[in-house]
């Protein structure tokens, strides 16, 4: 499930890559260790006139791509202001145990080092194969939804400026979405700005407007992007993130942005023991650290975004892919189901030198 906390004005779960001038990938030939000019960016924003519209448009995201099988390199933007190869010098100082293309960047400077190492490692996790697949079957299910809504939009216009909108966090819909108009996703009550629909969600973002056709969310923002580990939900936030997407077909869509590599490990410390079939494993811990460790040790930039070269690595850049489909403005608040309590780790559900007798596995 995605979560989009307050801490943001959103500029976009940078949604789409049309029209975006990029430098050409390499680095100087005189210094192998330098990274070449910028790269991929948002496209910027038009000059005109605001919007005079005030129709409310609402769009749920209709699948997520994690950027399995080297797609990683066209999710995302260049967010550290250079194009990098293996070895940079010039962004940050590596951990420790830090893949030797930790500074590689994806194609026109992408920085993506969630979907590079992150993803392939969380995969290694026991009973977490498809966790990508996993994420849109409960879209998909009507599990759970994000919605956007943008107020402004105009059909058929190329550029737009003075777009606002807001993010609500969908709870589950109690049908098969049929992704159009007749899907009216109830909302997270509590992330609304009066325990409302028409209070507002909590999350707005501002700024926004439409270039050659791509909607950009404006300014970048804090959001907190929750997957689902083999059915327990696992929060990524993510800093400076911009949101795009392109306006007519909602496809094309991006999330980029920098997580805390520390505050993702510990995520994982939290998540991992809670997964069904593995919450009664005694020997499960060490599996875990492995993981934590192969993740810490890959920050690929600094949380703020600005290179530099005399301090360690302490974020981890992200790019995620999505398409959004149109469907019902939202009516309704209610609160989420509560969290289930811990596992019963005795009797019918106890272990076996290590092993779950009874959770959910054959």
């Known amino acids: 499930m995605m979560k989009l906390r307050t801490a943001v004005v959103l500029g976009g779960v940078g949604l789409s890559v049309l029209g975006v001038a990029v430098a050409q990938q390499g680095c100087s030939s005189d210094d192998p260790g330098a990274s070449a000019g910028a790269g991929k960016t948002p496209p910027k924003r038009p000059d005109g006139p605001a919007t005079t519209s005030t129709d409310n448009r609402t769009y749920a995201i209709a699948e997520l791509k994690l950027g399995l099988n080297n797609d990683w390199k066209k999710y995302g933007y260049d967010l550290d202001g250079k194009v990098s190869v293996s070895g940079a010098k010039d962004v940050c100082k590596p951990r420790a145990g830090a893949d030797k293309k930790v500074h590689a960047d994806g194609d026109s400077g992408i920085d993506n080092a969630f979907g590079q190492f992150i993803v392939p490692t969380l995969t290694s996790i026991p009973n977490v194969t498809d966790l990508e697949g996993t994420v849109n079957d409960a879209f998909k299910q009507g599990s759970f939804g994000v919605l956007f809504q943008v107020k402004g939009l105009v059909d058929g216009a190329p550029n737009a400026t003075g777009l606002s909108g807001q993010i609500f966090n969908a709870l589950k819909l109690g049908k098969t979405p049929a992704f159009d108009k007749t899907d009216v996703w109830p909302v997270n009550k509590q992330l609304l700005s009066g325990g409302t629909v028409d209070s507002g969600s909590k999350i707005k ?25 083999a059915g327990v939900s696992i929060d990524l936030d993510i800093n400076n993130a911009i949101i795009t997407f392109d306006a007519k077909t909602g496809t094309s869509g991006i999330i980029a942005g920098i997580l805390d590599a520390n505050k993702l490990g510990d995520q994982i410390k939290k998540v991992v023991p809670k997964i069904p079939q593995l919450a009664c494993n005694t020997s499960i ?18 949380i703020g975004g600005k290179p530099n ?20 403005n939202p009516t309704t608040a209610v609160d989420p189901d509560p969290a289930g309590g811990p596992p019963n780790c005795s009797g019918d559900g106890g272990t076996d030198s290590g092993n779950p007798q009874d959770a959910g596995t054959d």
């Open 309 to 328: 070269a005399s301090a360690e690595c302490d974020g981890i850049s992200i790019g995620v892919g999505f398409t959004v489909k149109e469907v019902a």
């Open 205 to 229: 973002f501002s700024n926004s407007y439409i270039s050659a056709g791509t909607f950009v969310s404006g300014d970048p923002s804090t959001v907190t992007l929750s997957l689902s580990l």
């Open 285 to 302: 811990e060490g599996t875990v650290q492995s993981v934590v460790d192969t993740i810490t040790s890959n920050a690929d930039i600094m």
